[in-house]
Nanobody, 121 residues
Framework: QVQLVESGGTLVQPGGSLRLSCAAS????????MAWYRQAPGTQRELVAG???????NYADSVKGRFTISRDNAKNTVYLQMNSLKPEDTAVYYC???????????????WGQGTQVTVSS
């Protein structure tokens, strides 16, 4: 059994900062990629930022220069540092990972349960 557990979502004022964490646990051989998505009410889930095992990253245009994705391979954890937050960043943030399992062997695309980020004064 492999799972992702997110944390860090909360209410923050505009202009503030927040760091989300997502830890993978279970029978993991390797994590090929990890990413953060978000979904606001009435909208489709969208990619916020992604990072592959080699460290290359990509970002949505709306968050470039404000958000930073990073990962700790030893802890199987990915982080999303969010600065200069805006009300339009309000959404449920989901962690996603492409995981190679040890047992049963295979590749699994996994989602976390989501964490609410609300940017409001």
């Amino acid at each position: 059994q492999v799972q992702l557990v997110e944390s860090g979502g909360t209410l923050v004022q505009p202009g503030g900062s927040l760091r989300l964490s997502c830890a993978a646990s279970g029978s993991i051989l390797r994590i090929n990629s990890m990413a953060w998505y978000r979904q606001a009410p009435g909208t489709q889930r969208e990619l916020v930022a992604g990072i592959i095992s080699g460290g290359s990253t990509n970002y949505a245009d709306s968050v470039k220069g404000r958000f930073t994705i990073s990962r700790d391979n030893a802890k199987n954890t990915v982080y999303l540092q969010m600065n200069s937050l805006k009300p339009e960043d309000t959404a449920v943030y989901y962690c996603n990972a492409a995981i190679v399992r040890i047992s049963p062997p295979g590749l699994q695309n996994l989602w976390g349960q989501g964490t609410q980020v609300t940017v409001s004064s």
